[in-house]
């Protein structure tokens, strides 16, 4: 029985104190330790300073680390109290039971976790592979309407079934609206939007874009080219909303951009202005430019045209960069080059844009330029970013002086690379320090299990933050195209390559997906 005193206490506190008071039996031989624990607990509750239901709001989210010891799951049925030998001091109780998180592909709508899974079971294994990007390599550069995926619709219907509707966002404003929805609704801050039309050369094409194979109406030509290209890219920076990035393909604009880039020139003026009307608009949006990497042949040029953009627009400062370059970390001139545009922007004042990638055009690109080997490829991708994300030069990233501030996309499908970011920002949370402005990015339609895992760290860390814990949330973002089943058919045979040349990748990835299933279907928990 419990004392006349604590009897008191218990009936005349308000039911939300109650609520606040631990679990456990009020009869047997726990009876006394209650009588002897009731006041203080019942002072410890009313003098609590969280309400009861905030602390049941936050109760999933207060004990989520990363990184450390697993949960302890503790039953009230079978609390043991300590022998107490004074009413003054009080004992020290295991925390409540917290619910385990969704599984991160649990976000998955079932119709893209089964084509996911096919996909992905079809690019890891080789002997079904390599018919399947043969396939898909003649189609991307067929010449004969027969075999183009825009004129033919049997070829159409097939791909827009199965790969566009992978990897791309849709045909229409309303598809592609429909697509960006779904996955801001998913958990993902915001879309990478690209207009797919690029023109990607094979063997001998470079020749036939030389000056001296001009069209008879040259001009005109290229006036329609570079009005197609501005429409298509106006366009997709309009689809896309603020916070977003739009990323554009300069060798998209036509003969004129193809000859000026091959040949390491400037731009000529239609297409600067065309590029000068887009950042403007870009800008009014709050909407933030890629300006993607493409094979080596015009990538010179490319590096020349995006720093010229950047100085008229970057500023300086933290989330201060509207056009991004991209830098592919499987060349081994990557780091001598990132360093010297950090130092014109520190000479210039304002913002480096940076989206760092391992690369996509293994295929075209010479291979003397790249490292000898992935391991050689992952060191110069994580120095990178880690060189970036602490703001201090390491034996990857070599300078001189304070570094320039750069803003980051740090777009990777490996988990070790995300994991490594991951650590190095909840450090700089922890400890306060200044971190750089940062987002995520993965392609659509692949590595979602890595995607999903941020989108789901992201949702229990803001819950976190609103509690006062000092943790970083990640900005988890998707890369995706638009445009017809033939202008995407390219992207789509460079994710497949992509595919063949990270084999363990998505070897994980189809495991991943196959586990979620397996839960789905009720065959594992």
Same mark, same amino acid.
């Given at each position: ?221 290229? &006036?329609?080219? #570079?009005?197609? =290209? @501005?429409?298509?890219? !106006?366009?997709?920076?309009?689809? +896309?909303? /603020? %916070? ?54 015009? &990538?010179?040029? #490319?590096?020349? =045209? @995006?720093?010229?953009? !950047?100085?008229?627009?970057?500023? +300086?400062? /933290? %989330? ?206």
């Amino acid at each position: 029985m419990l004392s006349s005193t604590s009897f008191h206490l218990f009936e005349t506190m308000d039911a939300a104190t109650r609520l606040r008071l631990p679990i456990c039996s009020y009869r047997s031989k726990h009876s006394q330790h209650f009588q002897k624990l009731l006041p203080i607990l019942v002072s410890h509750a009313q003098e609590s300073e969280i309400p009861y239901k905030q602390h049941e709001r936050s109760r999933p989210f207060q004990c989520r680390h990363v990184h450390t010891q697993p949960r302890r799951h503790v039953s009230s049925a079978t609390l043991h109290l300590p022998e107490i030998e004074s009413a003054t001091q009080a004992p020290t109780f295991p925390s409540p039971e917290i619910p385990v998180s969704k599984p991160p592909l649990s976000c998955l709508p079932l119709s893209t976790l089964i084509r996911s899974y096919l996909i992905t079971a079809v690019s890891s294994v080789d002997i079904l592979l390599r018919p399947s990007l043969a396939t898909l390599s003649f189609l991307a550069h067929a010449k004969l309407p027969l075999f183009s995926p825009d004129t033919n619709p049997l070829i159409r219907m097939a791909l827009k079934k199965t790969l566009y509707a992978q990897f791309c966002a849709g045909e229409t404003p309303a598809e592609i609206k429909g697509t960006v929805t779904q996955l801001k609704q998913m958990g993902y801050a915001g879309v990478i939007l690209a207009y797919a039309k690029e023109v990607v050369l094979q063997g001998k094409d470079a020749e036939a874009f030389d000056a001296a194979l001009d069209c008879s109406e040259q001009e005109r030509c290229t &006036q329609e080219e #570079i009005a197609a =290209w @501005t429409n298509g890219n !106006m366009e997709t920076v309009r689809l +896309a909303e /603020k %916070g977003d990035f739009v990323a554009l393909k300069f060798t998209g604009a036509g003969r004129q951009a193809m000859q000026s880039l091959l040949k390491g020139d400037i731009c000529g003026p239609n297409l600067e202005e065309a590029t000068h009307n887009i950042c403007r608009l870009a800008r009014e949006r709050g909407v933030r430019l890629l300006f993607d990497a493409e094979q080596n042949a015009v &990538q010179a040029a #490319i590096d020349r =045209w @995006t720093i010229h953009f !950047m100085k008229e627009y970057n500023r +300086a400062g /933290k %989330g201060s960069a509207l056009v991004y370059g991209t830098y592919q970390a499987y060349l081994k001139g990557t780091p001598a080059k990132l360093v010297r545009h950090m130092e014109e922007a520190k000479r210039g004042g304002w913002t480096l844009g940076v989206k760092l990638v391992r690369g996509a055009y293994l295929g075209s690109d010479p291979r003397q330029l790249m490292w000898e080997d992935i391991e050689s490829t992952h060191r110069c991708y994580d120095g990178i970013a880690e060189a970036l994300m602490r703001r201090r030069w390491n034996d990857v990233l070599k300078g001189e002086g304070e570094m320039a501030h750069a803003d980051l996309v740090l777009a990777s499908h490996n988990r070790e690379s995300v994991k490594q970011a991951r650590t190095i920002r909840d450090e700089q949370a922890q400890k306060g320090e200044a971190r750089i402005g940062m987002v995520y990015g993965q392609l659509m339609g692949m590595a979602d299990n890595v995607s999903c895992e941020l989108v789901q760290e992201a949702k229990e860390r803001k819950e976190m933050e609103r509690t006062g814990e000092k943790v970083d949330v990640p900005q988890p973002f998707k890369y995706l195209v638009w445009g017809t089943v033939g202008q995407c058919s390219k992207y789509l045979l460079r994710r497949a390559q992509e595919n063949r040349d990270a084999i363990a990748r998505t070897v994980d990835g189809r495991k991943a997906l196959g586990r979620e299933l397996a839960r789905r279907m009720g065959f594992v928990r």
